[in-house]
């Protein structure tokens, strides 16, 4: 009895996780080259004790949105202030992304290399960023615990550029994420901001972001 309990258990929480879609394995080859296992993560939403969201259809008759030219200051990061702390967007326990619910989506890379919905292809890349934090450990030093203790110490622990520059894993765990955050954000609508080619150059001795730009020939 005990074992068909321990059996259901499991076969439940399975229903609870998602392996990454062929876009978001084919993203994060772009983004971490071999140094990330796709075949070990996988993602959740909520705290992963329920089902996954079943995505709503969108009605034929729904308006299409209307293009708009986006500022030039879309990916400067601004300082946050010290707030309280709230269920974030996204978390990373070792190999499983956590989303929340309203950010959930079957396919966070749907439509790569042509479009790529925003701000989930963002996040997902944050919290890619932490999975290969873990997964390469023993060259950053990352465990959960501390990267999570970032978040209730005094500071914004994503603005980065508010820190002395320094070596790609000399920033804190979030610094790192956020880094490969605004690079994909630079690349994706503002080529050409003066800041990205330095990015380029700071993360890429590290996790080979260069090849998002060969791929969308930036």
Request: neutral net charge; charged residues 25%.
């Amino acid at each position: 009895m005990i074992r068909y309990v321990i059996l259901v258990a499991f076969v439940c929480l399975a229903a609870c996780s998602r392996p990454l879609s062929e876009n978001e394995v084919e993203m994060s080859r772009v983004l971490f080259g071999e140094s990330l296992d796709t075949s070990k993560v996988r993602v959740r939403a909520g705290i992963g004790v329920l089902p996954l969201p079943k995505p709503e259809p969108i009605p034929a008759s729904a308006p299409k949105a209307d293009p708009r030219k986006l500022p030039k200051t879309i990916c400067d990061r601004v300082a946050q202030p010290d707030r309280k702390w709230t269920f974030p967007a996204g978390f990373v326990l070792w190999n499983q992304i956590y989303l929340k619910r309203d950010f959930y989506r079957d396919d966070m890379f749907e439509g790569w290399p042509k479009s790529l919905p925003m701000p989930h292809a963002l996040l997902m890349a944050h919290e890619l960023v932490h999975v290969w934090q873990w997964q390469n450990r023993e060259r950053t030093g990352y465990t959960p615990f501390k990267s999570g203790a970032e978040s209730f110490q005094p500071g914004d622990p994503y603005y980065w550029p508010g820190r002395e520059p320094g070596a790609y894993l000399s920033y804190n765990f979030e610094g790192q994420a956020a880094l490969v955050e605004d690079y994909i954000c630079m690349t994706l609508f503002v080529p050409d901001h003066p800041r990205r080619k330095e990015i380029e150059a700071l993360i890429t001795p590290v996790i080979p972001v260069d090849q998002l730009a060969d791929a969308l020939k930036r």
